[in-house]
């Protein structure tokens, strides 16, 4: 590599934060299912749960993520799983650096423009 001029670096487990290898793992879960993740009920719940959050922002996501569960009569983590599939499918992003658990609703985003055009093209 070094005749090629190509930089290369070396990369140990030091080297990374140990928030982010744990917002990966747990985004890693649901690799594969987001090639068909984005249903009509999906997105009725991005809709749903977008709106619930925006008039939420100071609280955390874990949270209102139970209350959601409880007032559409789901099961307890339903919410949860559905943003865990949206984040995969960067339907939501947030700062890999944050702990995901710990976020509040202001500090995720909802790309509504990507649910209706450029979603196929997700890489993992």
């Not at 249903?39 to 996501?61: D, G, M």
């Not at 949860?80 to 700062?95: K, P, S």
């Not at 976020?103 to 055009?117: D, M, N, P, T, V």
Request: aromatic share 12%; hydrophobic share 45%; charged share 25%.
């Amino acid at each position: 590599m070094a005749a090629k001029k190509i930089p290369w670096f070396l990369v140990t487990d030091k080297a990374i934060d140990k928030t982010v290898v744990s917002n990966i793992e747990w985004l890693y879960g649901v690799k594969g299912y987001f090639d068909e993740v984005i249903t009509n009920e999906l997105s009725l719940t991005f809709e749903h749960i977008s709106a619930y959050f925006v008039q939420h922002p100071e609280r955390k996501v874990v949270e209102l993520c139970k209350e959601y569960d409880m007032a559409y009569q789901q099961d307890l983590g339903r919410s949860l799983y559905d943003i865990r599939l949206m984040c995969a499918a960067r339907l939501i992003t947030f700062d890999i650096r944050l702990p995901f658990h710990s976020l509040k609703a202001k500090e995720i985003a909802f790309r509504s423009e990507s649910l209706f055009g450029g979603h196929c093209n997700v890489a993992s």
